[in-house]
């Protein structure tokens, strides 16, 4: 059974950064599709970063490109997202998910591609 538990969301002033981390579990770390989405209070979660387990390559969304940084601790089974240069758009709840046995490709953000969901962690960012 998967599992992804978020940790490291919290409240920053615009400019500001935070790391969030999603320790995962129930699933072989090799060939999934690993990501981190948001959801803002009234909007639709959107995929934020993305990539493949073992691998090195990243996507992003054009909103956090250069601000944000996915990676991933294989000894540890863990996945990262540095945040820097905050913004108050950036204001919502991060959730960690996995699609596994398959890598990313395709519609990288499409959700119904994940199987597997954190519960999130809140991430506030004051202007």
């Known amino acids: 059974q998967v599992q992804l538990v978020e940790s490291g969301g919290g409240s920053v002033q615009a400019g500001g950064s935070l790391r969030l981390a999603c320790a995962t579990s129930g699933f072989t770390y090799r060939k999934n599709c690993i990501a981190w989405f948001r959801q803002a209070p009234g909007k639709e979660r959107e995929g934020v970063a993305a990539m493949s387990t073992g691998g090195d390559i990243t996507y992003y969304a054009d909103s956090v490109r250069g601000r944000f940084t996915i990676s991933q601790d294989n000894a540890k089974n863990t996945l990262y997202l540095q945040m820097n240069s905050l913004k108050p758009e950036d204001t919502a709840m991060y959730y960690c998910?996995?699609?596994?046995?398959?890598?990313?490709?395709?519609?990288?953000?499409?959700?119904?591609?994940?199987?597997?969901w954190g519960q999130g962690t809140q991430v506030t960012v004051s202007s």
């Open positions: 998910a996995a699609a596994t046995n398959t890598v990313c490709s395709g519609a990288i953000f499409a959700r119904d591609k994940y199987n597997g």
